[in-house]
């Protein structure tokens, strides 16, 4: 079965950090570009960051810049965002994505982690 997962999710208090995963199964992750997405009760989605399949290129929603980080371990087929500074604003579901390349369309979806931050 070919799918991701995410991980990590969790409530927590403004100023914060949490670290999101994705897991790939039943391919390798190695050959896309690994896109968090993002969407909060209400609103729609939105891209919250992408990495290239090297991992050279990335790049950031203004919102996040300078807070969040993206990485991945190829050798663990994993995708990581890194979040920090946790603002109320970034409460929402949060879901990661393979592509092609980034602003690609999308190959797979995971079931999305909720983030919750408040006091």
């Known amino acids: 079965q070919l799918q991701l997962v995410e991980s990590g999710g969790g409530l927590v208090q403004p100023g914060g950090s949490l670290r999101l995963s994705c897991a790939a199964s039943g391919f390798t992750l190695n050959y896309y570009a690994i896109g968090w997405f993002r969407q909060a009760p209400g609103k729609e989605r939105e891209g919250v960051s992408c990495?290239?399949?090297?991992?050279?290129?990335?790049n950031y929603a203004d919102s996040v810049k300078g807070r969040f980080t993206i990485s991945r371990d190829n050798a663990k087929n994993r995708g990581y965002l890194q979040m920090n500074s946790l603002k109320p604003e970034d409460t929402a579901v949060y879901y990661c994505?393979?592509?092609?390349?980034?602003?690609?369309?999308?190959?797979?979806w995971g079931p999305g982690t909720q983030v919750t931050v408040s006091s």
């Open positions: 994505a393979a592509s092609w390349a980034c602003g690609g369309a999308l190959e797979y």
């Open positions: 990495i290239s399949r090297s991992g050279v290129t990335t």
